[in-house]
């Protein structure tokens, strides 16, 4: 059974940094996508980026792009988002997501069977 927990979510001053991990156990991640997403107060949950673990590719969507970037430590089987230049319209509930099946970038939530429990990131100004 896939799982997947995140940390390293908390308040941060606008303009900080802060990195956030997902763990994953129960497979390994050679060949699956990793995707993050979020959720802020009162709005749909967007998607961030992913990374394709095939050959290590990331895309992310304008909101983000420039400002984070997704990474992966093969050995500890754990994908990383590292958020920079934070902006408090960042606060939201980050969720990692994969699916066994997707080997390509998806941006759609119902591409992902498999999600984490999310970590809070709070961006004040």
């Known amino acids: 059974q896939v799982q997947l927990v995140e940390s390293g979510g908390g308040l941060v001053q606008a303009g900080g940094s802060l990195r956030l991990s997902c763990a994953a156990s129960?497979?390994?991640?050679?060949?699956?996508?990793r995707a993050w997403f979020r959720q802020a107060p009162g709005k749909e949950r967007e998607a961030i980026g992913c990374?394709?673990?095939?050959?290590?590719?990331?895309y992310y969507t304008d909101s983000v792009k420039g400002r984070f970037t997704i990474s992966r430590d093969k050995a500890k089987n754990t994908v990383y988002l590292h958020m920079n230049s934070l902006k408090p319209e960042d606060t939201a509930v980050y969720y990692c997501?994969?699916?066994?099946?997707?080997?390509?970038?998806?941006?759609?939530?119902?591409?992902?069977?498999?999600w984490g429990q999310g970590t809070q990131v709070t961006v004040s100004s």
């Open positions: 997501a994969t699916d066994t099946k997707l080997r390509y970038c998806s941006f759609e939530e119902t591409a992902f069977g498999s």
């Open positions: 990374i394709v673990t095939s050959d290590d590719s990331t």
């Open positions: 129960g497979f390994t991640l050679d060949y699956y996508t």
